[in-house]
């Protein structure tokens, strides 16, 4: 193809032409060059217009899941908040009763428990606060050299204290006065959400093993358990915010979706990782990596 333009002057005007010139002895290659190019124009728009749809599909889709898990929170919070309230309230009316007084058992017991549920309740405010307070920008760790393996050992101890001996747990720490250095409270609660998921996780008796051990710079605690385990399907989304697992109806596992979450934070903020290996039916490993404190 040549492009060929003129120009001359004629009269009281200017002539300006184009002409366009077809090589006709090249005729078949140049209608299957276009014929190509046609093609590639339009498999290329097909393509992007299945891109685009494909991604404005899965944006759409993670919009909902995360809205569908979000209700689930509110659902879940809800039911949380509002099973203590309710035991408490009915062992407020208990006491208002006049007959109660004679039997100082009675008594006792209902104002024990109006201390245990209140405590569950704070306990679950505290969460709430604790994970939305995480995420703002001047959450700051308080951090002190501490050895490890003695903060895990007052760790189970108050965990067995606060649950009544609720699990059977083996420790086992071969890091031998290592220190690191840590937010005791924030570590402290971080450990307690992996013990407390395992002894809700467990059909059975739960006996669960906390290791601690270094691993080249960092010093890795395990904690493992003989619970249900978690389905393969499930595990890459575990330690988001909100998500659970469906475990059906069983009263035991109750929860908001945050202790993990928590935990990843947690480790994160540190320096350092958690990761998980499950075998359903089986039990669950949880692995976290923190950064070993170099004694000057
Ligand atoms: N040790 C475990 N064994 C089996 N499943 C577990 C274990 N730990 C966590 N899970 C699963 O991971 C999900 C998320 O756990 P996470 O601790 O974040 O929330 P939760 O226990 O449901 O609520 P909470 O906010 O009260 O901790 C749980 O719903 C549970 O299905
Ligand atoms: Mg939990």
Same mark, same amino acid.
């Given at each position: 193809m040549v492009i060929v333009n003129t120009f001359r002057e004629e009269r009281n005007h200017f002539i300006l032409e184009f002409h366009y010139l077809l090589d006709l002895t090249h005729k078949n290659e140049m209608v299957f060059r276009e014929a190509l190019l046609s093609f590639v124009l339009i498999t290329g728009s097909i393509l992007i217009v299945f891109l685009v749809f494909g991604l404005t599909w899965r944006n759409l889709m993670e919009e909902r899941r995360l809205s569908e898990l979000k209700s689930d929170f509110i659902n879940n919070m809800t039911h949380e908040l509002k099973t203590p309230l309710s035991t408490i309230t009915v062992a407020g009316r208990t006491l208002e009763k006049e007959q109660i007084f004679t039997d100082r058992n009675k008594v006792l017991e209902t104002a024990r428990l109006i201390? =245990?549920?209140s405590v569950h309740l704070n306990q679950l405010?505290?969460?709430i606060l604790e994970v939305s307070f995480l995420e703002r920008e001047e959450f700051e760790l308080d951090r002190h050299k501490v050895v490890i393996d003695e903060l895990l050992q007052q760790v189970v101890t108050s965990f067995l204290t606060s649950c009544d001996g609720c699990a059977e &747990? =083996?420790?086992? !720490?071969s890091t031998n006065g290592m220190e690191a250095s840590v937010d005791i409270v !924030?570590?402290?609660t971080m450990i307690s959400n992996l013990l407390s998921n395992a002894v809700k996780y467990c059909d059975g008796e739960p006996v669960i093993t906390v290791k601690a051990a270094a691993a080249g710079n960092d010093i890795e605690i395990t904690v493992a358990d003989n619970g249900l385990g978690i389905p393969s399907e +499930? &595990?890459? +989304?575990i330690f988001e915010k909100f998500y659970r697992v469906p475990h059906g109806n069983i009263h035991k596992t109750k929860g908001l979706g945050l202790g993990l979450y928590y935990v990843r934070r947690i480790a994160?903020? +540190?320096?350092?990782?958690v990761t998980?290996?499950?075998k359903p039916g089986r039990g669950s490993t949880f692995k976290i990596k &923190?950064?070993?404190q170099k004694t000057s």
């Open positions: 201390g =245990k549920q405010i505290n969460t &747990i =083996k420790e086992d !720490y !924030y570590f402290t +499930h &595990i890459g +989304h994160m903020a +540190h320096g350092g990782d998980v290996t499950s &923190i950064p070993i």
